[in-house]
């Protein structure tokens, strides 16, 4: 049973580049959810989709968008990349009936400079 | 807005000694989760706490759940090294949108 994927695991970009993150979630889930976790800090939420389309949104802005495909699998794009947005990307994977139980992925570092 | 704060931060302890890390949070949430973290690496699932009152053990870590006092505590029992990890807690109140602490990072030493 695969568990949670990611690609790539590192990556490293210039300021006002543009970038994008895979996930696919856990066999049987539907739900995914990205997080950011910056250095020394807890993850923070950036968004979830289900179903296709963004269903919460945390405190991000427009620049942090999202997809997920047919196949539940779901994209990060960051565009106007800022030195901030180093850290670590997590993408977690869920069913979104019942337990709610979410499974991370081994996540991408991401490096702005 | 919901917060969560677990202390200490950090934790240094020698092995074979016990210690408690807590998480406080400030709304109801009917669910809340404890995770490890070591170097570099991914979030690992330690528990899952369902409802009020729920205890679980895994080896030396025992996890509570108090959701009238919005308390959960993580009990370190005879530390070993191998348990030397950032350790969060997480609130999940609105399905999937999980809310961390800031982590407590565990140092045991010989």
């Known amino acids: 049973d695969a568990g949670v994927t990611q690609s790539p695991t590192h990556l490293i970009k210039t300021r006002g580049q543009q970038v994008t993150l895979r996930c696919s979630p856990k066999s049987g889930h539907d739900t995914v959810s990205w997080y950011q976790q910056a250095l020394g800090q807890g993850p923070q939420f950036i968004f979830q989709?289900?179903?296709?389309?963004?269903?919460q949104r945390g405190n991000f802005p427009d620049r942090f968008s999202g997809h997920q495909f047919p196949n539940y699998s779901s994209e990060l794009n960051v565009n106007a990349l800022l030195l901030g947005d180093s850290a670590l990307y997590l993408c977690?994977?869920?069913?979104?009936?019942?337990?709610?139980?979410?499974?991370f992925g081994p996540g991408t570092r991401l490096l702005v400079l | 807005e919901l917060k969560v704060e677990q202390n200490p931060l950090f934790l240094s302890m020698q092995e074979g000694k016990n210690y408690t890390i807590y998480c406080n949070y400030s709304t109801t949430s009917d669910r809340l989760y404890w995770y490890r973290q070591d170097p570099g690496k991914s979030l690992e699932s330690l528990f899952v706490?369902?409802?009020?009152?729920a205890v679980k053990q895994e080896g030396r870590l025992m996890a509570s759940l108090d959701t009238k006092a919005r308390l959960s505590t993580l009990h370190i029992t005879a530390a070993v090294h191998d348990l030397s990890a950032t350790y969060f807690c997480?609130?999940?109140?609105?399905?999937?949108?999980?809310?961390f602490g800031d982590g407590t990072t565990l140092t045991v030493k010989p």
């Open positions: 989709y289900y179903e296709e389309e963004e269903r």
């Open positions: 997480a609130v999940d109140p609105n399905a999937g949108k999980s809310t």
């Open positions: 706490l369902l409802s009020n009152g």
């Open positions: 977690a994977s869920s069913h979104r009936s019942g337990k709610r139980t979410q499974y």
